[in-house]
Nanobody, 127 residues
């Protein structure tokens, strides 16, 4: 019943920007913390960003910190990932995820913490 649909992926040149959107349905969006993860070929799915259900508090790993920004619009049931200064190392399938199992911002870095996942959106950055 819960659906998360990513959009906004595509091909950009290195140094360019892209904004991903994730539209949620079938859930009380304001009750869910949201996260973004990515998976490149031959690599494990890795944490990209997380945001509390009310917005405000966010978390990022070092490899995207400063360049990426997560935000949400609870009135639109949508979470966003703004990606700037993209490099080929950012090329991956990006997934949004939702969870009510929230106890700390740090916990949202863990993939297994999330019960609901989108289908993924390809992001490719060419040099």
């Amino acid at each position: 019943q819960v659906q998360l649909v990513e959009s906004g992926g595509g091909l950009v040149q290195a140094g360019g920007s892209l904004r991903l959107s994730c539209a949620a349905s079938g859930l009380t969006f304001r009750s869910y913390a949201m996260g973004w993860f990515r998976q490149a070929p031959g690599k494990e799915r890795e944490f990209v960003a997380a945001i509390r259900c009310t917005g405000g508090d966010t978390d990022y790993p070092d490899y995207v910190k400063v360049r990426f920004t997560i935000s949400r619009d609870n009135a639109k049931n949508t979470v966003y990932l703004q990606m700037n200064s993209l490099t080929p190392e950012d090329t991956a399938v990006y997934y949004c995820a939702a969870t009510t199992k929230y106890s700390s911002l740090l916990a949202l870095r863990i993939r297994s913490w999330y019960d609901n996942w989108g289908q993924g959106s390809q992001v490719t950055a060419n040099s």
